[in-house]
């Protein structure tokens, strides 16, 4: 194993299951000190365990958690990592204030708080922001609206940090997974199969016939990708998406499987 983040000292929100664990994991064998900062209970402290980190319980919307979360890494910072999330299905004529609000709280006004009090440990010496967006940006999305505008807004205001602070050394990027095999898509697998009357399995499957490389990705897959723009591998990228679908919107039409 290499040693690509050696010595830096890494934030994780959301890193008590899925894409955040598996990349608090995948950064810890690469050298860092992690921070694993979210809601998950005893899953984070778990997670926490498996990093080698310091687990820190709290909110992306609390400020004041967010603090600890900081004061947790010391005098300085050198990653940031936001992978806080959450799934509410709606659709643009149904959707509830209380469930767009919810989602807009924790997916973009987390992020951009974690980010705004951040900046300036990020400021002392250069640092690497990666927010997790979707495809769901990108994609339409009739049946998860509140989601996939969310996710549109964390991309421009990952662009609007980039170009903003590209000047104090700072790179900010997202990466926009397709389907990732995690207990919120399992979840939404879940309740999909309950309104057609079929399974998550049988649901997972119609999904696979709509991807390239036909199979639905394992988080370690996407915390490489954060792991690419971590470093300093990434050198010259700042404002991208990498999108990483497994070619999810390239077919025109499922293959039979």
Request: glycine share 10%.
């Amino acid at each position: 194993m290499s040693s690509r983040l050696a010595g830096r000292i890494a934030l994780i929100t959301g890193a008590a299951t899925g894409i955040g664990r598996a990349s608090a994991e995948l950064f810890a064998r690469e050298g860092a000190r992690i921070v694993l900062f979210g809601l998950g209970g005893p899953a984070l402290d778990d997670a926490a365990s498996a990093a080698g980190g310091t687990a820190v319980h709290g909110d992306v919307t609390n400020e004041a958690d967010i603090a600890a979360a900081i004061g947790t890494c010391g005098e300085r910072l050198d990653i940031v990592l936001n992978a806080a999330g959450l799934i509410i299905p709606d659709e643009p004529e149904t959707v509830m204030d209380e469930t767009w609000t919810t989602m807009f709280d924790v997916k973009l006004t987390g992020t951009m708080r974690v980010c705004r009090a951040t900046l300036p440990l990020l400021r002392q010496r250069g640092g690497a922001i990666v927010n997790i967006a979707s495809v769901a940006a990108f994609n339409s999305s009739p049946d998860s609206v509140s989601y996939a505008t969310s996710k549109a807004a964390v991309v421009s205001y990952t662009r609007s940090l980039a170009f903003a602070h590209g000047g104090d050394g700072i790179r900010a990027n997202a990466v926009a997974p397709g389907w990732v095999r995690t207990p919120m898509s399992e979840h939404e697998m879940r309740l999909l199969a309950e309104k057609k009357g079929s399974t998550p399995e049988d649901e997972f499957r119609v999904l696979r016939e709509r991807i390239a490389l036909r199979r639905i990705a394992e988080p370690s897959e996407i915390a490489s990708c954060c792991l690419f723009l971590a470093s300093n591998e990434a050198s010259f990228i700042t404002g991208a998406v990498l999108i990483a679908d497994g070619g999810g919107r390239a077919p025109t039409q499922s293959w039979a499987v």
